[in-house]
């Protein structure tokens, strides 16, 4: 069984990032999503930030071409969560694929 890391963000990261780039997918407009990088450990992890200001909460599909397989994470609105998708790469770059849909 793969864990699904999640945090939700509260205060700005200490950590370095390194690359920043737009997701890729479908989702609404209130609905922004963007991977990134940190450095730790001598390699990259590779994290996906998903930002909700939508006045709903939003269920997010989260993958990327390193790791395809999809993570799923409930964004609440107003709320921003990262989600780590691949700890110790050694490529700083990566495309992340994020699809959300609003609740009812």
Do not use: I
């Amino acid at each position: 069984m793969k864990r699904v890391l999640v945090t939700t963000v509260l205060a700005l990261s200490v950590a370095p990032l390194v690359a920043l780039a737009q997701a890729a997918g479908s989702r609404p407009d209130c609905v922004q999503a963007e991977g990134f990088v940190r450095w730790g450990a001598s390699a990259y992890n590779h994290w996906v930030r998903v930002e909700n200001h939508c006045a709903r909460s939003a269920r997010c599909r989260v993958s990327t071409d390193v790791d395809p397989q999809v993570q799923t994470v409930d964004v609440s609105a107003g709320e921003t969560k990262e989600v780590l998708t691949y700890r110790g790469s050694p490529a700083r770059t990566f495309t992340a694929t994020v699809s959300c849909e609003l609740a009812d």
